[in-house]
């Protein structure tokens, strides 16, 4: 019985990854510029950028992909990412090649100037 308990679990605990893995599997956003936010719910300076990547987020909606990653949650992602630190945050241009990372907080001004960098320039009326 002990086995039967073991196996099922080890197959939830099985599915919980590959669904993980399937979530993020479109990251980077094939033919958007994206940025990926690695962090933790529970992070101090993760919980101060959430509402600065909520806000861009919407900015940004059909311009760019602002993706936040829990790499608590999903552990698999640290390790494909290459993420050593929380928060890691990662920029990938159209073709889906990594052009800028910066590991710990980065403000909103910081996000907003290296998408113009690369070519996604904040939409007007948008400011602050």
């Known amino acids: 019985m002990a086995a039967i308990l073991v196996v099922l679990l080890g197959f939830e605990m099985a599915v919980c990854a590959d669904s993980s893995n399937e979530k993020y599997a479109m990251v980077p956003v094939k033919d ?31 311009m760019a992909a602002i993706i936040f990653i829990d790499v608590w949650e ?7 990412f290459g993420v050593r630190a929380i928060p890691t945050q990662i920029f990938f241009n159209k073709t889906g090649k990594e052009v800028y990372r910066h590991v710990g907080f980065m403000a909103e001004d910081a996000i907003v100037k290296q998408l113009g960098k690369m070519g996604v320039n904040r939409p007007t009326g948008k400011k602050g």
Do not use: F, W
């Open 32 to 62: 958007k510029v994206t940025m990926v936010d690695l962090g933790a719910h529970k992070c101090i300076p993760c919980k101060m950028m959430a509402p600065i990547l909520e806000k861009l987020k919407k900015e940004y909606k059909g």
């Open 74 to 80: 999903n552990r698999s992602q640290a390790g494909r």
